[in-house]
């Protein structure tokens, strides 16, 4: 028997409830389904400046080796305290709380403004600012979309 497959009573009353009315009036699952998941469609994200938790990791200070390169050019080095370099402080990068790396000088990264996710990690070059999600039909993404 089909009934054995329906969940709950409750679901078991709503559709009766829907099959109770003329076919014409209900709305469709299909639309339902819809409007729901249009409701939490991420269309794109926009800086939202001021909102960041930063912190630095701290990289060995051997004063007496080479620098290490890799940290002198990227605030960053994956070696982190097994690195035998010296890691000059003013060259550390400030990373937020995904761990990205915070260069306000720098242009936003665009892969990570587009997704939220940045796959370069704390070496990658550009400014990562915190995003906040912009939802289909929201009035930022209608904003977005007309250009206003
Ligand atoms: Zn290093
Ligand atoms: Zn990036």
């Keep these: 028997m089909y009934e054995t497959?329906?969940?709950?009573?409750?679901?078991?009353?709503?559709?009766?409830?829907?099959?109770?009315?003329?076919?014409?009036?209900?709305?469709?699952?299909?639309?339902?389904?819809?409007?729901?998941?249009?409701?939490?469609?991420?269309?794109?994200?926009?800086?939202?400046?001021?909102?960041?938790?930063l912190h630095t990791v701290q990289f060995p200070s051997r004063p007496e080796a080479q620098s290490c390169e890799f940290f002198v050019k990227t605030g960053y080095c994956k070696f982190a305290a097994?690195?035998?370099?010296?890691?000059?402080?003013?060259?550390?990068?400030?990373?937020?709380?995904?761990?990205?790396?915070?260069?306000?000088?720098?242009?936003?990264?665009?892969?990570y403004l587009k997704t939220n996710q940045c796959k370069f990690g704390p070496p990658c070059k550009f400014h990562h600012p915190h995003l906040k999600p912009i939802y289909a039909g929201s009035a930022a993404a209608e904003a977005a979309a007309t250009g206003v």
């Design 5 to 53: 497959d329906v969940p709950t009573a409750s679901y078991a009353s709503a559709v009766s409830a829907v099959r109770g009315t003329a076919a014409t009036a209900a709305i469709t699952a299909e639309q339902c389904d819809e409007a729901h998941r249009s409701a939490a469609i991420i269309v794109g994200y926009a800086v939202d400046e001021g909102s960041e938790v």
């Design 82 to 111: 097994d690195c035998c370099f010296h890691h000059p402080a003013e060259h550390a990068v400030q990373l937020t709380a995904m761990d990205l790396p915070f260069r306000p000088g720098q242009a936003v990264c665009p892969f």
